[in-house]
């Protein structure tokens, strides 16, 4: 009732005024763009939403699905895909570089015309497209059907049949690794809906808070999204450890999740991630295009803008498609803009390569399954991570970093995970694999190339009629066998029902007296291996991260703060174009190629390739000289980006340009 007796009393003194009837609609206009709500709903309750804190908690939000979803659930599950749908590392990391190339086909359109357009909306209608791609992402599960496993096609040696090491393909048996485009199809979309979150989110927080807060905002939303990939390795690692068929009772399967042959719910994590972002699309839509307190924040800013940079955008989408060109070179001159942009193309790329493969590497260098690893990568990002990016930001907020400051920080912090990336020089060795990397028993030295006709066979599997499905298992000389009929095994048990033991393997010393008995036995699984290097492998590559994410906040603060006040978001468009094009879209590709280089054995099937062992030592070196080289650029930039900086003259940003979109936006809600 006191509201309503408040809204009556305004309405009676401006009724008995003599005031022009357009002032007042312009005056109640200009407040409507500050207040939340749709149309012409705005309810006072709502209102104690409409603060900086309140857009940060939803951007956090939404920057925390998009981080879960694009870099950590969809890195867990590559290997997972690559057993499902018979992919090899190039095309799986195709998979993940699409959601890059999506971002990169629309964010430069996106922020160049999103500066002046109402940011949240286009952050909720983002919202409710990335949801969509979700579900996208998740629908090749309910449409191929269930997943059969294949165990060897024959469990024993048969010796009275011939190895048989080609498969005859038939028109029908392949097309499972067609759905890659179905996954490439819902990264793009990823990537078109996602376009705004690190570049129009960013800029409408740093012009709603006060210059010398806006870091520790953008350092706790920096560190909310990069524990969303961190959750995600965690929640994706757990999905994977239930079968991929929900509905089938586990303890029925004669697998487990330790098997190469499982495949966990790898579509589980985009059902959930997919309505996370479906909760989110309402809230950003009733934010107003500006908040109460931006007019006056605008006046007492300084400007660090690099000299010989400024630039004044014209009102209109006229004006402003005509100044695109000139818009663009203003930004491409603008040397410690480029050099800062470099350096995030370095890093990304080092980000991507090893957040997409990063799983599999321990995975393959330690010996242990896919989901453990996923586990253990999300414990390794999340303190990581989040410590990094909330460190960053506070640091920069409490000494008042300006842009030189906020550089300095990043070489310091860049030079310290440099020192830590020897832990990719830590390796075990790889478990002695029958015909692979050691020879059969009494069959002499192999040539290893990978290939199954030159390796796999021996006299002692001759004429098995084996399978070419892979289902290892370990004999008791140590030794992993590429299957039990490979193995040379005639007769087989069970253990608990379950579990599987081979005896009489020809390939296999024998450890017995018995004339009867002409070889050793073997255990369905892998042979388990004992490496004391994986804590110090963790520890150091935490210290690695760590220095990488340090430098996050302070580089994208740095890198607003050196061009012009209308070119914010735009300068981040750029910058996003520049490190997925050139970073994050061949990183994971080039990556991919090259650990694909060092596999020692490939799983041909109908439906495509995929590795079944690296060698672990090749691999390392790979990823560190990788690593090594490119953070040596990132530092190189950064001292560019220091060397070539020269700010203009300290003059406070007008405040006409900010009043202006206010009232040019106030009858363009509906088309913005």
Not at 440 to 449: A, F, H, K, L, Q
Not at 482 to 507: D, H, P, Q, R, W
Not at 577 to 591: D, K, Q, S, Y
Not at 595 to 606: E, K, M, P, T
Request: proline share 4%.
């Amino acid at each position: 009732m006191a509201d309503e007796r408040k809204e009556t009393s305004e309405s009676e003194v401006i009724e008995g005024m003599n005031v022009d009837e357009g002032v007042v609609g312009e005056v109640y206009g200009e407040e409507k763009q500050t207040q939340c709500g749709i149309g012409a709903w705005h309810p006072r309750r709502l209102q104690f939403c409409n603060s900086p804190i309140g857009f940060l908690i939803c951007l956090c939000f939404f920057g925390f699905t998009q981080g879960m979803t694009v870099n950590g659930i969809v890195y867990v599950v590559t290997t997972t895909l690559e057993r499902r749908f018979n992919l090899p590392s190039v095309q799986s990391g195709f998979i993940s570089s699409s959601y890059d190339f999506g971002v990169l086909l629309v964010v430069v359109f996106v922020t160049y015309f999103g500066e002046r357009a109402h940011k949240p909306r286009w952050l909720g209608i983002g919202a409710l497209g990335f949801a969509a791609s979700s579900f996208l992402f998740s629908l090749p599960h309910f449409t191929t059907g269930r997943y059969q496993y294949q165990t060897a096609g024959i469990d024993t040696c048969s010796l009275d049949g011939n190895a048989t090491l080609d498969r005859e393909c038939t028109g029908s048996s392949g097309g499972l690794s067609h759905y890659i485009g179905v996954f490439i199809l819902a990264q793009l979309l990823h990537g078109f809906s996602a376009s705004g979150i690190y570049t129009l989110g960013v800029t409408y927080i740093d012009e709603n808070v006060e210059t010398k807060r806006s870091p520790l905002y953008v350092g706790l939303f920096q560190g909310m999204s990069t524990l969303g990939p961190a959750l995600g390795y965690l929640i994706g690692g757990l999905f994977l450890n239930h079968y991929t068929d929900v509905t089938i009772d586990q303890e029925s399967l004669t697998i487990s999740s330790d098997s190469p042959l499982w495949v966990g719910a790898w579509w589980l994590g985009f059902i959930l991630t997919g309505c996370m972002a479906l909760s989110i699309a309402l809230p950003f839509l009733m934010f107003p295009r500006s908040m109460p307190a931006a007019k006056e924040l605008a006046l007492k800013r300084v400007s660090q803008t690099q000299k010989g940079s400024e630039f004044a955008a014209r009102a209109g989408y006229g004006n402003a498609l005509k100044d695109f060109p000139k818009a663009s070179l203003n930004l491409i001159k603008n040397i410690p803009f480029m050099c800062v942009n470099g350096a995030a193309i370095t890093e990304w790329f080092i980000i991507s390569s090893l957040a997409t493969f990063g799983p599999k590497f321990m995975e393959t260098q330690f010996n242990i399954p896919a989901s453990d690893a996923a586990l253990k990568t999300g414990f390794l990002v999340i303190p990581a991570s989040l410590c990094g990016a909330l460190v960053g930001g506070w640091i920069v907020t409490f000494f008042n970093f300006q842009y030189r400051g906020m550089i300095r920080f990043c070489l310091g912090s860049l030079l310290f995970g440099f020192c830590m990336l020897p832990a990719f020089s830590i390796q075990c060795p790889n478990v002695p694999f029958a015909g692979v990397s050691v020879a059969y028993s009494n069959t002499g030295n192999i040539e290893r190339d990978g290939t199954l006709d030159s390796n796999l066979t021996a006299s002692c599997n001759t004429g098995c009629g084996c399978s070419t499905t892979y289902d290892p298992v370990c004999g008791t000389d140590g030794i992993l066998y590429y299957s039990a009929c490979f193995a040379g095994c005639l007769e087989t048990g069970e253990i608990n029902g379950v579990e599987k033991m081979y005896t009489n393997c020809t390939c296999i010393g024998n450890s017995t007296i018995d004339p009867e008995v002409l070889g050793g036995s073997a255990e369905l699984g892998r042979c388990p291996q004992s490496c004391s290097k994986e804590t110090l492998y963790i520890f150091l590559t935490f210290l690695q991260l760590l220095g990488t994410f340090l430098a996050l906040v302070p580089s994208t603060m740095a890198s607003i703060r050196c061009v012009s006040h209308d070119q914010r978001s735009f300068a981040l468009g750029i910058q996003s174009l520049c490190f997925r094009a050139f970073g994050t879209i061949p990183g994971p590709v080039v990556f991919g190629a090259l650990i694909d280089r060092v596999c020692v054995l490939w799983q041909d099937s109908c439906d495509g390739s995929a590795c079944l062992i690296y060698d672990n030592k090749q691999f390392g070196l790979t990823a560190l000289l990788l690593c090594m080289m490119l953070r040596l650029l990132s530092i190189f930039f950064f001292i560019g980006a220091l060397a070539f900086y020269k700010p203009s003259s300290n003059e406070r940003i007008s405040v006409v340009d900010v009043d202006q979109n206010a009232r040019e936006s106030v009858h363009k809600d509906d088309t913005a």
